[in-house]
């Protein structure tokens, strides 16, 4: 699965952003697709998944009500929405991919895409 991420950029404190990962290799449909961040000096981290399966979503408590997931399987796409942006968003975001189901860990996930750089200002 190739995984091609884009959308990031430079905004300010309370404003928004999409995010898009595009996938080409695998039935888009049967795969589980999620959103990581890492920022400097930390650890890569999950912030939302969407289940192929079943359709249930996970997010982050960092994250539950503002950012949102989301997929269209017609173009193999999956976003992330994001709003109400803060200065701790700022991170490279990953676009992941894997066979099963949606796991915290990153060391769980097949496929990744580039990452994308987002910069929340104050």
């Known amino acids: 699965v190739q995984l091609q991420a884009s959308g990031g950029g430079l905004v300010q404190a309370g404003g928004s952003l999409r995010l898009s990962c595009a996938a080409s290799?695998?039935?888009?449909?049967?795969?589980?697709m999620g959103w990581f961040r890492q920022a400097p000096g930390k650890e890569r981290e999950f912030v939302a998944g969407?289940?192929?399966?079943?359709?249930?979503?996970d997010y982050a408590n960092s994250v539950k009500g503002r950012f949102t997931i989301s997929r269209d399987n017609a173009k193999s796409t999956v976003y992330l929405q994001m709003n109400s942006l803060k200065p701790e968003d700022t991170a490279v975001y990953y676009c992941?991919?894997?066979?099963?189901?949606?796991?915290?860990?990153?060391?769980?996930?097949?496929?990744w895409g580039q990452g994308t750089l987002v910069t929340v200002s104050s």
């Open positions: 992941a991919a894997n066979s099963a189901n949606v796991y915290y860990s990153p060391s769980l996930w097949e496929y």
């Open positions: 290799g695998r039935s888009f449909s049967k795969t589980t």
């Open positions: 969407d289940y192929w399966k079943d359709g249930s979503i």
